[in-house]
């Protein structure tokens, strides 16, 4: 009953982050492990495509403002990398990089959170208000 399109971003912008941060955590620990190759999460492509923001088929909608999420998959996916090699035993994992992306994705959920969290606290007012 809720769970408008916003909430449903929210959710998945935090399923994410966190899927992330294990990705992340991963290429860490295997930082010396020869032969390994690092893996990243592929999220924002899907919902730039879902918000229209990419190229992308139209869907009917009935009402401009509504998410053009309708039959599209939001759900992030694990990709490995296989395109680079950092050192002569193949492994491509750059500690430098990994540091970066494990603070923006610190960034990102805390964004999603507070973001959740103030459409949350509106409707614990909307149902609060209406008891009196």
Do not use: C
Not at 53 to 59: G, Q
Not at 97 to 113: C, W
């Amino acid at each position: 009953m809720f769970m408008t399109p916003a909430l449903y971003v929210l959710e998945k912008a935090l399923d994410t982050a966190a899927l992330r941060q294990r990705v992340i955590a991963h290429n860490v620990a295997n930082v010396n492990t020869p032969g390994y190759k690092r893996y990243d999460v592929t999220f924002e492509e899907k919902l730039g495509r879902a918000l229209g923001l990419e190229e992308s088929v139209a869907l009917y909608r009935t009402n401009p403002a509504h998410l053009p999420a309708t039959g599209l998959d939001l759900s992030p996916e694990i990709v490995q990398d296989n395109s680079t090699t950092m050192r002569q035993d193949g492994n491509n994992v750059d500690i430098d990089r990994e540091m970066v992306d494990l603070a923006q994705n610190s960034l990102n959920f805390n964004f999603a959170a507070q973001q959740l969290n103030g459409r949350l606290a509106m409707l614990r007012y909307a149902i609060n208000e209406g008891r009196r």
